[in-house]
């Protein structure tokens, strides 16, 4: 019975082992597909992942291998760290450590030396796992390098944007949707006296207090809303293409009043959206000044051409009144002459005779001359004859012979006819015209 009973429980054990050995086996398929999965799943991964146990790999895929210049053969058995470059090195250790102990979720960012002597940048995440029954690190690994280097481009390019904000000759900033200043150049710490590490990042429109003395909207502001009470505080303001232009009153600005010109502008992104607003302004003061002094002087100008105009006026009453008392004299003069010494003459010349008779003639002549406007008018209209040439004119107009002329002008008759000949050359007269007739139509 006993012997019966240990068939039976032998019977039994083997059953029992092959069925565990039946479920080994299972699970042994199980895990060579897992293996497989793992490995397949690994190969085709867009990640670099690695296996590193002791400080060296222990399993690689191709991607992993690839991007450091290598076969996975090459790298197995290989010190992991031997591929970091050695300035990234220590923070590599410190970042990886803090991950695996659960103080960090974040990937983090280092180079590693390819086997051609280049750089790359990737961006790793460990987590600790067992591998061969043995404590180990999964490692996963991104080549960011093409986002890097669009990084430092980008990077390069705000600097170079915000070393030209800086040098800009205008006092510029700018601020950011919530009001707070993201750019504070050069030239508006020289105005302000407020140096730019002292206000960037501040809000609550500390801007304006260099300016007005106190928290308070200004035109930057004025972008995105109306608002008139503050912009009634401009002496001009106008909306354009999205912009504001203004010009201040005197305003003091580090105890000195001036006046300033201001513009402001949206700031966009890649995408056009509004990611805040940029103000520049200048000190237009000695302008300003300018232009008042300029319209004060044309005022002054204005005034003493009407001052000019006025006296002008009453210098024309003057001459006008004097030519009249002139003219009036004249006539004076004249009439006394006709009246007082001509009769007086004439009784005279019929007392006298020879030499005597001969003066008194050309003293009544003159005399005539002086009432007749005949001598002005001939010097008037032909300037270039000379004073005895208008003296021979005179006589010939009176009908004198050439020998009566050369008498009374004690000359010989060749100069008189030699006057006559000037006369009648400088007054254009054909020999065809009558000298006499036409000095008679001048009286």
Known sequence: MAEKLSDDCVEIRITELEGRLSEFDKVKRELRESELFCRILAESSFSGTYIIQDGKFRSINQIAAFRAGYQPGELVGKKSESFIYHEDLEQVRQDARAML???????????IVTKPGGCRWLMETVTPVTYARRPAILGNSMDVGDYKLNDETLKEYEQRLADIID????????????????????AIEEMTGVRAEDIL?????????PFYGKRRPILIDLLFKTDSIFEDCYSYLKRENGRVICETDLIPVRGRYVFLWGNASPLYDSRGKVIGAIESFRDITECKQAGLALKERELDLKAKTHELEDLNAALRVLLKQRDEDKSVLEEKVLS????????????????LDGEFSHSINVLESNLKDIVSPFARKLSMRHLNLTNREVEIANFIKEGMSTKEIAKLLNVSEAAVNIGRHRIRHKLNLAKTHNLRSYLSSLS
């Open 101 to 111: 102990r659960g103080e960090r979720s974040a990937p983090y960012e280092y180079r």
């Open 167 to 186: 040098f800009l000759p205008d006092a510029t900033f700018a601020i950011d949707m919530a009001g707070k200043v993201i750019i504070w150049n050069r």
């Open 201 to 209: 990042g501040k809000g609550n429109y500390e801007y304006a207090i």
């Open 336 to 351: 006394n002459i006709k009246i007082l010494i001509l009769p007086h003459l004439s009784k005279i010349k019929g007392r």
